[in-house]
């Protein structure tokens, strides 16, 4: 894998994360979405976009960066991999870990913390990666693993437990790293 590109936010890091959107002809995002962002410096899009429409809305909020899920076409803006420096942390970003050989169980990573700390490090290129967004759940997570903060978003448009939309605000300040899940 090359390596992917570096972007540092302006400001500390307030990174808005969202993913498994599958935007459509019907479904859009809803406004708890741009309310739950409002000043974010950032907006990662975590995969299973659907219409990439949905990243020229979010735009009008911060700028955005995509990562590429299933449901996703061909479109320039997305990328297998992101990583981001913000507030003094590195940011990972893919949609699902299980491509990087991390095996997920209800929606949380089900191996020892040692080994998903250099799955990590390799995956990203980076050593090492203090935070990893990531998706494919459809199930908000957050936890530590390895010494890295995982966080999954859930969905806003599909979640896996019905009413719970959700998305989340990554709050990177100082070396020291936060997460908020809202419900949208």
């Known amino acids: 894998m090359d390596t ?50 949905a990243l020229d809305e979010l735009q009008r909020i911060a700028p955005v960066l995509a990562t590429r899920g299933g449901d996703d076409r061909s479109d320039t803006r997305y990328a297998e991999r992101r990583v981001v420096e913000a507030g003094g942390l590195v940011v990972g970003a893919l949609f699902d870990l299980t491509s990087i050989g991390i095996a997920v169980g209800e929606g949380r990573p089900a191996a020892d913390g040692t080994r998903i700390g250099r799955i990590l490090a390799d995956a990203f290129v980076r050593s090492p990666v ?22 999954n978003p859930g969905s806003a448009t599909l979640p896996a437990t019905p009413g719970r939309t959700t998305v989340a605000v990554l709050e990177c300040r100082g070396g020291v790293a936060s997460v908020a899940l809202e419900r949208v």
């Open 130 to 151: 203090d935070v990893v967004a990531f998706a494919a759940t459809h199930q908000p997570w957050v936890g530590h693993c390895g010494g890295v903060l995982l966080v």
């Open 4 to 53: 992917p590109p570096i972007t540092t936010p302006p400001g500390n890091g307030r990174i808005g994360l969202l993913a498994d959107t599958h935007c459509d002809q019907t479904r859009r995002l809803p406004a708890g979405v741009f309310q739950a962002f409002a000043g974010v410096d950032l907006i990662l899009h975590l995969g299973d976009c659907g219409d990439p429409a």
